[in-house]
């Protein structure tokens, strides 16, 4: 696949690679404000990790950054098509800041048919969907193949202050979950395995896709990583046939070989919507 970077629409690259083929960033920063946010480090954390979100200077203003969205959408559609659209890796596209973009540009993905997937740490859009993100609600039945909702699941709610709680991002996928829309959870990073177990525990019954990852730069007991492995496959596999990506850094940690892993493990091209 030939790489593309537009200024709404790009490949990633990296560890951002695993959760998506193409991705869309808006704006950057993020209010959320979480203590191991990636994007605080580095040389661009005095931009990346500003905690009030900020159109992203290639835009002019969001009509703009709209128009530029579309015509980069319309001359990806192909691989659009196939591989489906991800909001967003430089902020939350559900904050009160950033929702509104994220709606319209999802109105002209969903007119082009593009998958779209969203990972965020907000509920109050799920709560309140008419004051909200309506268009995931108007026409639920036509638009539920092609939408598919993540939230980030740590069980640290202490590390993530601005954002809703672990416990509210639950019941906020359950909602989604019933109302036949894809769900899935994104456990990374992992603070420590038994808050990261909970949060699978408790919400498996309303997830598709499970994705699990290393904080970076942390330092974990392999033998208590391996065992954590071990586990979840066996809780998901055996009982619940519930899919997990296991990402690159975890299995390289581990000394797993991806291949050797059980069935409903996998690969980066999974695709969520089939």
Not at 36 to 60: A, D, E, Q, R
Request: charged share 25%; net charge neutral; hydrophobic share 35%.
């Amino acid at each position: 696949m030939k790489t593309f970077n537009g200024k709404a629409i790009y490949n990633p690259s990296g560890k951002a690679g695993e959760y998506s083929y193409w991705a869309c960033n808006f704006y950057v920063g993020c209010s959320n404000d979480c203590s191991y946010c990636y994007c605080k480090k580095g040389i661009l954390g005095h931009v990346m990790g500003n905690t009030s979100p900020t159109l992203k200077k290639c835009f002019k203003n969001e009509l703009h950054a709209l128009e530029v969205f579309e015509k980069e959408l319309k001359a990806n559609l192909n691989e659009l098509h196939k591989h489906g659209l991800f909001f967003s890796f430089t902020t939350d596209p559900c904050l009160k800041e950033t929702i509104g973009l994220t709606q319209k540009a999802i109105n002209i993905a969903l007119k082009n048919n593009v998958p779209c997937k969203l990972l965020t740490k907000c509920v109050d859009w799920v709560k309140n969907p008419y004051g909200g993100m309506p268009v995931l609600w108007n026409n639920a039945k036509h638009y539920k193949n092609l939408l598919a909702f993540g939230f980030t699941l740590t069980g640290h709610d202490e590390l993530e202050p601005n954002a809703s709680s672990n416990a509210e991002r639950i019941e906020a996928m359950k909602r989604l979950h019933e109302a036949g829309f894809k769900t899935w959870a994104s456990i990374e990073p992992i603070i420590d395995f038994d808050s990261s177990w909970r949060m699978i525990v408790d919400s498996w019954a309303y997830c598709d896709l499970f994705k699990i990852g290393l904080e970076s730069g942390g330092k974990y007991d392999i033998n208590e990583l391996i065992e954590f492995i071990k586990s979840v496959n066996l809780f998901l596999s055996d009982l619940l046939k519930t899919n997990i990506y296991w990402k690159d850094s975890i299995l390289k940690a581990a000394g797993f070989d991806r291949d050797s892993l059980p069935e409903n493990c996998v690969y980066r091209d999974f695709n969520l919507f089939q």
